[in-house]
């Protein structure tokens, strides 16, 4: 999916927290990690944390990240991968899938746009891609959306991007508008069944805040 609000050209609306800055910082305190652990972040991230998103990009290939956020960049820039990686209270949530040891293995960002819409981009490693990652993070994302009482979840996807089409299409997205090289999408949380991610999201472990 092309970048998520925050580094999105396409997006031109302020971001809008999805709810109050966490209370507690669990940096450190993950605990023993199970492979398929979820992580969800609602506040900057510390420098540990950003050693885990510097590890992820190192191991992403550049047509990986390319699709993602719509552009080829330089991740290994400093500058760069913060303005497209960060996140905080006020720009939304960034979700996590782990793997044993607490490598994050896919990425997926939850930007609020209005009081009833949310945003979401995601993306799986390159050596973990194929193997359900992807599906299971866009029910997390789904699920933490409709946590948060929003209505509907639109998502931005270039048209070469024919796997993340896919999905989107199977989780019950819709096409809303194509131009040019970018398809949007959207999603209706009031008249999908919820249930398939739920179920997905029922294995978090860890969160930033509990709500």
């Known amino acids: 999916m092309p970048s998520l609000h925050h580094a999105n050209p396409l997006r031109r609306h302020s971001a809008l927290p999805l709810a109050p800055p966490a209370a507690t910082d669990i940096s450190g305190r993950y605990g023993e990690i199970e492979p398929g652990d979820i992580l969800v972040l609602d506040r900057a991230l510390t420098e540990p944390e950003w050693e885990k998103v510097r590890a992820f990009v190192c191991r992403t290939s550049r047509e990986s990240l390319r699709l993602r956020f719509g552009q080829s960049a330089d991740f290994h820039d400093e500058r ?17 899938i782990l793997e044993q040891g607490g490598n994050v293995c896919a ?12 945003e979401v981009a995601l993306i799986v490693r390159s050596d973990r891609a194929r193997r359900g990652i992807g599906e299971r993070l866009l029910r997390v994302a789904l699920a933490r959306a409709a946590h948060h009482d929003l209505k509907t979840v639109s998502a931005l996807v270039l048209y070469e991007n024919t796997a993340m089409l896919r999905l989107a299409r199977k989780l019950g997205f819709e096409v809303r508008k194509s131009s040019g090289l970018v398809v949007e999408l959207e999603r209706d949380l009031g008249r999908v069944d919820m249930a398939p991610a739920y179920r997905a999201a029922s294995t978090h472990r860890a969160t930033a805040a509990a709500r």
């Open 107 to 118: 990425i997926a960002h939850l930007v609020r746009l209005s009081p009833d819409q949310a």
């Open 80 to 96: 760069t991968l913060r303005r497209f990686m960060h996140v905080d209270s006020a720009s939304g949530e960034m979700i996590w």
